[in-house]
């Protein structure tokens, strides 16, 4: 069997009822389905439940405050977990709540992190969620699952250059509506940071989400090889929506064109290991004049721990400036916003028009090492 099939015990093409271990709702997705059952009697299981204000931190409109204010409401009446302000929602929830097995759900299309762990994340709509929400679960269709087997090793090619190579090779055809599953003698060469990013940004190739097996036995749709050896240090160009197909180029092809702004954050490069090497790349320099750079941990753990070893110190030598630990990824107001015609290089997710505020900015992707790089000269 498949891993999903083991932990759904089920096979492809079975609709299986799921009680997930976890669900989570925060104010970018799934605070909708909240506000649907609110003025239900109970909900099921609200142990199960977190409620995490991990987007607009801190609230940056009216809107937001509201979103904020109803699930305040929302996690009293049905005695829910509230997170406010500790950082990511996929960051918690790995860091601190989930194990091997469980099953995740909620509106998240990046749930696909938790595979790194052997656990089961899922995306579900505000309609599954409310059902969850009142009666503790819905029902699924095991979908076909193809096999990744990794091989060699990263030279010296950060966990962002692996899945934007990853990405670009694969592009959003061979797993769209499947599982991926990623095995093979690749695995031990990777850092946990490494799998966690490779997991997590699996979806953007249409896949439903993404586990690691290091035992695989079963009926797989099909096997895929990926060379991390061949992995090269490359940038992911802007695209005009989230749907569309993944595009990148060799680093190097984008030497002597200037940036506006950077940004080192998100649950692909705001961890203690991206901070530290950031920080390393920073030492006894500074920013160039008319650079913009944030800098946001993912977590407030990352942020408390990048505090004692002196980190936030060296950013701030630097010329950085240092924002509230949240899910920047998508920015539409506040801190982290691009002005129109401006071009900014991210370590976060996202990369399509309008996802850091102007419709006209060009938005890129690039590793922590990319981002310095352009911080230092405005060019590559």
């Not at 090793?153 to 990623?182: A, H, M, Q, R, Y």
């Amino acid at each position: 069997m498949t891993k999903i099939e083991k932990i759904l015990n089920g096979k492809s093409g079975d609709t299986v009822n799921i009680i997930p271990d976890y669900y989570a709702i925060n104010d970018g997705e799934g605070y909708k389905a909240a506000y649907k059952v609110y003025e239900s009697d109970s909900i099921k299981y609200p142990e199960k439940a977190l409620i995490v204000i991990d987007h607009d931190v801190p609230a940056g409109n009216s809107e937001s405050s509201v979103i904020f204010e109803k699930l305040v409401k929302f996690s009293k009446k049905f005695d829910i977990k509230f997170i406010q302000a500790k950082g990511i929602t996929y960051s918690i929830l790995s860091n601190k709540f989930v194990k091997s097995q469980n099953i995740i759900a909620s509106c998240g299309s990046h749930n696909s992190i938790y595979g790194a762990k052997g656990a089961l994340g899922l995306q579900v709509g505000e309609d599954e969620l409310s059902s969850i929400l009142t009666n503790g679960n819905f029902e699924f269709k095991i979908p076909e699952t193809v096999l990744v087997e990794l091989d060699g090793k990263l030279k010296d090619e950060s966990p962002i250059d692996l899945f934007i190579n990853f990405l670009s090779e694969f592009g959003n055809e061979i797993f769209t509506n499947k599982v991926i599953e990623f095995t093979g003698d690749g695995l031990n060469e990777l850092s946990k940071e490494a799998l966690t990013v490779l997991c997590s940004m699996a979806t953007r190739t249409g896949a439903i989400t993404a586990l690691v097996n290091t035992d695989p036995v079963g009926d797989y749709s099909k096997k895929e090889k990926f060379d991390l050896g061949q992995v090269k240090s490359a940038i992911a160009m802007p695209v005009e929506s989230k749907d569309s197909d993944f595009v990148s180029k060799d680093a190097n092809d984008l030497k002597g064109q200037e940036f506006n702004a950077g940004f080192i954050g998100g649950y692909t490069g705001g961890n203690i290991e991206d901070l530290r090497h950031a920080a390393s790349l920073m030492k006894e320099k500074h920013i160039a004049f008319g650079f913009r750079l944030n800098i946001c941990p993912a977590t407030s753990d990352v942020y408390l721990q990048a505090l004692n070893e002196g980190l936030i110190d060296t950013f701030i030598d630097f010329g950085a400036q240092i924002i509230a630990t949240s899910d920047r990824n998508v920015t539409l107001q506040g801190a982290g916003v691009v002005g129109s015609k401006e071009k900014i290089i991210t370590t976060g997710s996202y990369n399509f028009s309008g996802c850091l505020g102007s419709d006209d900015a060009k938005v890129y992707i690039g590793s922590v090492d990319n981002v310095v790089r352009m911080s230092l000269d405005k060019k590559l």
